[in-house]
């Protein structure tokens, strides 16, 4: 189980911190990923952390936004500096306990545990 929290209301230039806690599994041993999604579009990758390490970035977010992990609170975060009024969607955590390549890291079907969701809004 994945669940989300941090989301909310920002104004532009503000900052976020969004976790991604799991349950049931053990973290290390997951590749995690962050989308993002607006009503009427697709979802987009936004950031994904491989298991060893490895992370991306959609170029939208890069230099701006951060992930990273705490194995021991089994815990994912997604640091959103800087915010535009673009970032605002819903945006989701998403897990996968395959051992992706790269290219699959931003790739919606790679995953099959997602989170509810949390929205996050920018706006003055």
């Known amino acids: 189980q994945l669940v989300e929290s941090g989301g909310g209301l920002v104004q532009p230039g503000g900052s976020l911190r969004l976790s991604c806690q799991l349950s049931?599994?053990?973290?290390?041993?997951?590749?995690i990923a962050w989308f993002r999604q607006v009503p009427g579009k697709e979802r987009e990758g936004v950031s994904c952390?491989?298991?060893?390490?490895?992370?991306a970035y959609a170029n939208s977010v890069k230099g701006r936004f951060t992930i990273s992990r705490d194995n021991s609170k089994n815990t994912v975060y997604l640091q959103m500096n800087y915010l535009k009024p673009e970032d605002t969607a819903t945006y989701y955590c998403?897990?996968?306990?395959?051992?992706?390549?790269?290219?699959?890291?931003?790739?919606?079907?790679?995953?099959?545990?997602w989170g509810q969701g949390t929205q996050v809004t920018v706006s003055s």
């Open positions: 998403a897990a996968t306990d395959r051992n992706i390549i790269s290219m699959l890291c931003l790739r919606e079907s790679t995953y099959p545990y």
């Open positions: 049931g599994v053990t973290l290390a041993n997951y590749a």
């Open positions: 952390r491989r298991s060893g390490g490895m992370t």
